[in-house]
């Protein structure tokens, strides 16, 4: 696996975290589109994702969008029931925007697949994971054991994010 | 002339490159001509050096002088600091780089 | 003082492991350096002008005896014998081996300690009012909220990865002793018809582009600050520039949209971003505020407590001051000039100095911090305090106590009476350590306290708040000075601005550049040329700052340049 359209899906090729891999809607967002189920393995078979201005332009019955790194993930909230991939891009692993773009999605209420595509980093996986994330297209190989050990290394964490982990606040009381 | 450096990957040790291999010592530095980049290339590639960059020195009687004042204090040690220098040894090392 | 349970250990554990796999991993050249770089800046690891530097990380500034004697301990084992302390309270070893990093940290984490985030561009170490939980002047304990932001911006996953480093400091006076106003965020504890809450200023700075932060939101309360405080980073995180690292930071932001706008999309983020359920609950506050409990204070007239170390003895007297040692000069000066007023009485707050002339500012030895780790815990109920001005506070000292305190320090070298005159200097390590500057700090410092040595003429000058830095990123905050120095690279040499009129207390103001600058020798005569302007044109009463302010650039330009 080394190029981008070659996506890792988190709980499949990577021997799974500690975590269940489909992200927990806040309790107050259901998912528009509960019934949907995300294929695990979803990879070549994709249509191709289509970018968020052709997509709000003329596209729209596309389902699967390509967002770069400047776009606002915002525009899309109004789709997200019929949108199957949202694929994020990574432009250098120092761009961090992608990350509030996943964090806007899932907050949303988005249970479609979540693609972190790009200059993704093994170490970064984790905070994508809690991000929203749920597979990697990353440009550079990654070695499947210390991906594992990336994603079970923390036992806690301290905030609550898009990922369903219970932060360590809650831990403490009950 | 021109210098390569750049810091050991352990140790963080400040590193001249001779010609054949890596000194501590600027003394020990050769002129790299306009190859430097390459050898930064090889050298970074096997780890035998981090961060290596090309800077201009002028030979002196003493050995290759950095041409700017922070590869001398990089090449000598604090100023502040004789004690903790490569030339704990001389009051005056540090006259050497201003 | 707050206390790790079992899953702060963890996290912190963790992450000592997580280390020592990208060390290895970068060891065995698994991972290239510039893959590398972020991953030991997040762990404060940088590659200095002369070896590894390792920034390690006290939270708000607050230490126990412990954790200073750990930091001795690094010093000795790891570097060579000493630390520097910063302006961001926290303390750096310059001499450094990557492959040693994952054991320092190991033996950090026994101690609770860790240097998680204090370089990257994520959130940094929160950094708090050095007499928190001490100050007469005191709303509240600042280290409460600073220990609920510490636990929220630690690993966060979406702000890891932002433009640009930020930086948050909390305080809970009126008086600021942190440059609050002169931080990505700034959040001052001000009570509301009883009730507490925070004021926010966001956009403040230094660098190379200095910024006073406006105020962005009046009131927040604890049960709000998490999700505030998170709606402020995600507007600056998607709209932060990243084309120019010069930009990037969030005051610039800021001053393109403007505060009114930033102010309105921090709402309606705010407004989504609080029905998350991001804030901790209120037992959470209350479980912190118990760990910052004041201290069990006894009676002012308890007789003082004997100092015995292998240095130094120190003979108990009934009172703590008798009549012969209030003749001694030298401490009755320490007392008048490094103490100042504690909420209890009977106690004071000190600060001690490490600022002896000709000294290294912020520097001290394995054996001084040892030493004040020892008076900490016999004197100070075990705390210390790092403050931005590279000094070291112990909070919590008895009155009777203070004459014990001063002559072990003294024999020490740590009582130089100094605080706020003209020989506490603010001065960042420069070109002697670090690989960004373009002129030495360290050298001007001490040539301006050789100077100014005699104690009767710094006590004369007054408050006089000297601030030096080597480059434009002003870690030696002389944007913020009274006199500020700015240390640049005039064709190869080192070439010294002269700026005036800086404040970083809660009247804060940016110094304005004098002209054109000077050499080494020249600046310590625009030092002097300048003060003697002050002592001239002063009016009772007035600092060197009030003088400026009235009397306007002017004076001191003709004095200067003719």
């Known amino acids: 696996m080394d190029k981008c359209n070659t996506p890792l899906p988190l709980a499949g090729g990577a021997g799974g975290g500690p975590v269940a891999d489909a992200p927990a809607n806040p309790a107050d967002s259901p998912s528009p589109n509960p019934s949907r189920k995300r294929e695990g393995d979803r990879t070549e078979g994709d249509e191709p994702a289509v970018t968020l201005d052709a997509f709000l332009d003329s596209q729209t019955n596309a389902t699967a969008v390509r967002l770069e790194a400047g776009d606002d993930a915002r525009a899309l909230l109004p789709y997200l029931d019929r949108i199957a991939l949202v694929e994020v891009s990574f432009p250098t692993f120092r761009d961090g925007r992608g990350y509030s773009a996943a964090r806007v999605l899932r907050e949303a209420g988005y249970t479609g697949e979540l693609r972190a595509q790009g200059d993704v980093l093994v170490d970064q996986m984790p905070l994508m994971k809690r991000c929203g994330f749920d597979s990697f297209a990353p440009q550079a190989e990654i070695d499947p054991a210390t991906l594992e050990a990336a994603l079970t290394r923390y036992e806690n964490v301290y905030q609550k994010a898009a990922d369903g982990r219970v932060p360590v606040w809650a831990l403490r009381h009950g | 002339m021109k210098l390569l450096t750049g810091n050991d990957l352990p140790t963080g040790d400040v590193l001249w490159w001779t010609g054949s291999t890596w000194s501590r010592h600027v003394e020990d530095a050769g002129d790299v001509g306009d190859r430097g980049e390459s050898i930064a290339r090889v050298e970074e590639g096997a780890r035998r050096v981090n961060g290596a960059y090309v800077i201009d020195a002028t030979a002196t009687p003493e050995g290759p002088r950095p041409a700017h004042i922070k590869d001398r204090v990089r090449a000598l040690g604090p100023t502040v600091r004789p004690d903790l220098t490569l030339k704990p040894a001389d009051p005056a090392a540090g006259s050497w780089v201003i | ?562």
């Open chain 3, 1 to 562: 003082m707050y206390k790790y349970d079992q899953y702060d250990q963890q996290i912190v554990d963790a992450r000592v492991e997580e280390f020592r796999d990208q060390v290895k991993r970068r060891l065995a050249g698994q991972i290239t350096e510039d893959q590398f770089k972020p991953l030991r800046l997040m762990n404060g690891l940088y590659l200095q002008l002369h070896a590894y530097m390792l920034r390690v990380a006290i939270p708000y500034g607050t230490l126990d005896s412990r954790q200073m004697r750990m930091l001795a301990t690094i010093a000795r084992k790891y570097d060579r014998g000493y630390g520097h302390f910063t302006t961001r309270q926290n303390i750096q070893y310059n001499w450094i081996k990557l492959s040693d990093a994952p054991d320092i940290l190991a033996d950090l984490a026994t101690v609770e300690m860790h240097a998680i985030q204090t370089s990257g561009n994520c959130i940094r170490n929160i950094s708090s009012d050095q007499y928190a939980g001490a100050a007469a002047d005191e709303v509240a304990d600042p280290r409460i909220w600073a220990e609920l932001l510490r636990q929220w911006s630690t690993f966060h996953p979406e702000f890891s990865y932002l433009p640009r480093k930020f930086k948050i400091a909390v305080i809970g006076a009126e008086e600021d002793r942190a440059a609050m106003r002169l931080h990505d965020i700034g959040i001052q504890l001000v009570k509301r018809d009883g009730v507490l809450g925070g004021r926010i200023y966001v956009g403040g700075g230094m660098g190379r582009t200095p910024m006073i932060a406006p105020e962005i939101k009046d009131f927040v309360t604890a049960d709000d600050l998490l999700s505030y405080v998170e709606a402020c980073l995600r507007v600056y995180n998607r709209y932060g520039r990243r084309d120019n690292i010069y930009k990037a930071r969030i005051k610039i932001l800021i001053h393109e949209i403007g505060a009114d706008d930033y102010r309105r999309q921090v709402e309606e983020e705010f407004a989504h971003v609080k029905s998350l359920g991001l804030d901790p609950p209120k037992a959470e506050f209350e479980r912190i505020t118990a760990m910052f409990a004041p201290p069990s204070f006894v009676a002012a007239d308890t007789p003082a407590t004997p100092f015995v170390s292998s240095e130094v003895e120190t003979p108990a007297s009934a009172t703590g001051v008798s009549t012969a040692l209030e003749a001694n000069g030298d401490f009755q000066a320490w007392r008048a000039q490094n103490t100042a007023a504690h909420k209890q009485p009977g106690y004071a707050i000190v600060t001690i100095s490490l600022k002896p002339t000709g000294g290294i500012p912020g520097d001290a030895t394995a054996e001084q911090i040892d030493l004040m780790a020892d008076l900490a815990e016999r004197y100070s109920f075990d705390e210390l305090r790092v403050t931005h001005a590279q000094n070291i506070v112990l909070p919590h000292v008895r009155k009777a106590d203070l004459y014990a305190v001063w002559q072990a320090l003294d024999a020490a070298g740590l009582a130089p009476a100094n605080l706020d005159l003209i020989s506490d200097i603010i001065a960042c390590p420069g070109l002697d350590y670090c690989s960004l500057a373009n002129a030495r700090s360290i050298p001007v410092a001490q040539k301006i306290a050789t100077r100014f040595a005699d104690q009767n003429r710094q006590r004369d000058l007054g408050e006089l708040k000297l601030k030096i830095s080597g480059c434009i990123n002003a870690c030696g905050h002389h944007h913020a000075g009274h006199i500020g120095i700015l240390g640049v690279d005039k064709k190869g040499t080192e070439n010294y601005q002269l700026l005036l009129g800086g404040s970083g207390a809660e009247d804060t103001s940016l110094a304005k550049i004098t002209g054109p600058g000077f050499d080494e020798d020249g600046i310590v005569d625009a030092v002097e040329t300048v003060t003697n302007v002050y002592l001239a044109k002063r009016a009772e009463g007035e600092r060197f700052l009030d003088t400026y302010r009235r009397v306007g650039m002017e004076p001191f330009k003709e004095a200067l340049y003719g």
